[in-house]
């Protein structure tokens, strides 16, 4: 199939992640340096204290897609186990979620952005009344004071909406890339579903998950460098505001998907 | 049905076997009875529910979905359909070898193990038991003299023979009674074939074979009895020779002659 040999994958693998790390190395010294010499709109020098606080909410904003994209990678890969492995393929359940999820994946991630923006500033008053009904821990970490809880629930919907269908469909794949005679082999020694799962499949495709989980939060965060980007063009007072945002997002993105492609060996996965 | 040896055990008995894929109705009111400890072959043509017939012995139809059976199917003298039979304990008495060798992916050494680790607790089998344990089944299928310095390779590297012969040493130190097999040597070249076929004569006395051919020439090797099916029914059940040379069924005899007339 892959006319490759192991050893020039191998070669290619190391590039393509080393092109990957750089990525993110230059990225996060440029943004550095970028802050420290940052003027502020009167010309002015920043102090320290305004520059640490800019950085902060930056990476505030990195640690909420970080970890809302990640529940939603989680509850992803959970869902596509059921679906998969516990129900029969002529599930109407099933087949409803694998339509649905045929149909989110085909969206351009720009889309959610625009999608999340008309949340924010269209549905406000309504989102924030829904809000009420289900409020958020008060102390929890991951949302800055300078965030309001409506647009921290509309990030996270949006990312649910565009991140989950995507986990789901890779995981799937994953799943189904384990051939049937791998699994029938294990049933006919006598192991229980569990067992043929646990010992057999997740070994096998836990490489092709994986991939799928990084490319899905690689989508999550080029469409947060679009947002972000979009959302902070008129607050460009801040020090690293639009530009640094969009550029540290799209770099982690960059990163993860050509992270994501070197995941998947060919020589190694054993569909065959 | 006509049995020439009467006196003898059975490992598999069926009463009035029917099997049902939706509305198609894949066996037809079999009643069979398969000696201890010999090879017995099941042929006819394509679609006629060979394979049907064998992945009942071990249930490994019901995974299909959409599957009823009716009639009653007796492994070692025990319903396989009653409820307090347990699937894990069925299978690892009626081991089963398929069409394609299927070793699991990962190492030889691993392979022949994994039957023995999923049915014991984690961590029973210590070093030495396992590697005695690899050791004997390996040898039954004289295939330790060539793998014994590459037990840690990837079993889906080896030779297609060798793979084949590696799924039957996969589940001897399971210990089953009876092995299923679905054309065993149909992906295999002549010398492949026969190694299999003399390592399924060595191994005959210890345990049943139940082995489902295409192939005439074969049945008629290895097989002690012979089993004709068409469209579903059991047409035929004699001693191979007598099967071949002498059929009772125009059916058979035409099956038979299409081959060597």
Redesign the interface.
Known sequence: MNSMTPRAERKQKIVLQSIAFIILGIVFVGLWHALKSARAPSGQVVSEAILLSALSSLFNNLYIVLSISLVAILFGIACAFYLEEWL?A?NWIRRLIESLVAILTGIPSLAYGILAILIFFSYADTLKKAIEAFPLPENIGAIPSQIETTVFYAEALTFVLMVMPLTIKTTQEALRSVAT??R?????????QW?VLT??VVP?AFTRILAGGCRSMSRAFAMAALLVGIYTWHYTTEPGGMSGRFILFLSVALFLSIFSSTLIWRHTS?S? | MNLQTTPMNHSIETENLSLWYGDFQALIDVNVKIPDGQITSLIGPSGCGKTTLLRCFNRVNERYGNVTTKGKIEVLGKNIYDPDVSLPELRKAVGMVFQRPNPLPISVYENVLFGLQIHSPMRSITRTESDQIVEEALTSVFLWDDLKDRLKVRATSLQLEQQQKLCIARLLPLKPKIILMDEPCSALDAKGTRAVEELMEVLAGTYTFLIVTHNMAQARRVSKECIFMFLGELIEHKETQALFEDPEHEKTADYVQMRYG
């Open positions: 029969p002529t005679p791998i029938e082999a294990a049933y006919v020694l006598g192991a229980s067992q010992r057999q096998i054993d065959a």
